[in-house]
DNA sequence: AACAATCTCAACCGCACCTAG
DNA sequence: GCTAGGTGCGGTTGAGATTGT
């Protein structure tokens, strides 16, 4: 059978959901010669994955999706699909992509590798002011226009800049009242940046507050901002 | 307006791993 | 234990879009 590559058309894309709604998905090769596709398994598995399913999420990476993958990056390297899972929506392609043309770039332009503690050190302490600063105008906007009243976690929305592992000189003290979903990233990016061994909780706790990380396109991030671009 | 340079991202490729026979 | 087929992952490519000159 003659398989066809390249761009899908409106119509393979039809096929594709239509047969896995009725179907489910799994069993690519078998799916794609039952649904009718000119396609292999492995395009239709891609296709679905990276661009039908319901839960896909497009457009911008939020900041603090792109300090999560920062830490995340760090700690696994390259290990995309890993770092996927804790960013409810995104594909490993779409993070991949993400850290090829943007990251990197960053990472060229200061001429030092994207793995050294240098890159770490010089991209991570000045974006978390940074970030801790749009997250709270993000919630002091949230607060003008009636929104739910958010809640601040413990010594993530006090005075203990000495925590997540940066020098109390470049944290400054977050500005409380921080919405849930900034909290908990707060607590998550801790346990992280901290390690394990050097001072950090490690992937168990890590995972734990992760699992309470609100990510959804609705806040407290707005307008997609890119940390890399606001420098 | 035209062209070049750069960026973005969907899609493909090759490899590794897993499982059933 | 070996093999073949299916699946998942990370790396790479290339077309189209965007930006700069």
């Known amino acids: 059978m003659d398989l066809r590559r390249g761009p899908w058309t409106l119509d393979e894309d039809l096929t594709l959901v239509n047969y896995i709604s009725t179907n489910g998905e799994g069993r690519w090769n078998a799916l794609a010669r039952c649904a009718g596709l000119k396609r292999t398994g492995k395009s239709c598995r891609l296709r679905w994955l990276n661009y039908l399913r319901p839960d896909?999420?497009?457009?911008?990476?939020?900041?603090?999706?792109?300090?999560?993958?920062?830490?995340?990056?760090?700690?696994?390297?390259?290990r995309w699909s890993k770092i996927a899972r804790?960013?409810?929506?995104?594909?490993?392609?779409?993070?991949?992509?993400?850290?090829r043309t943007r990251v990197q770039k960053h990472a060229r332009q200061l001429r030092c590798d994207v793995n050294s503690e240098q890159f770490r050190h010089v991209m991570?302490?000045?974006?978390?002011?940074?970030?801790?600063?749009?997250?709270?105008?993000?919630?002091?906007?949230?607060?003008?226009?009636?929104?739910?009243?958010a809640v601040g976690i413990g010594r993530f929305g006090t005075d203990d800049s000495s925590t997540a592992g940066f020098p109390s000189n470049s944290l400054p003290r977050l500005p409380p009242p921080l919405s849930p979903s900034a909290a908990v990233f707060e607590?998550?990016?801790?346990?992280?940046?901290?390690?394990?061994?050097?001072?950090?909780?490690?992937?168990?706790?890590?995972?734990q507050v992760l699992a309470g990380c609100d990510l959804s396109p609705e806040g407290p991030w707005e307008d997609g901002g890119d940390i890399w671009l606001s420098h």
């Open 56 to 78: 896909v999420r497009r457009g911008n990476i939020t900041p603090e999706e792109q300090l999560l993958i920062l830490e995340l990056h760090r700690r696994w390297g390259n």
């Open 86 to 99: 804790h960013l409810p929506g995104r594909t490993d392609n779409e993070i991949k992509n993400y850290w």
């Open 124 to 149: 991570v302490q000045p974006w978390t002011p940074r970030l801790t600063e749009r997250i709270g105008g993000a919630v002091a906007a949230a607060a003008g226009t009636g929104a739910p009243s």
């Open 187 to 207: 607590q998550a990016k801790f346990c992280v940046v901290g390690g394990g061994a050097d001072g950090g909780c490690g992937d168990e706790c890590f995972n």
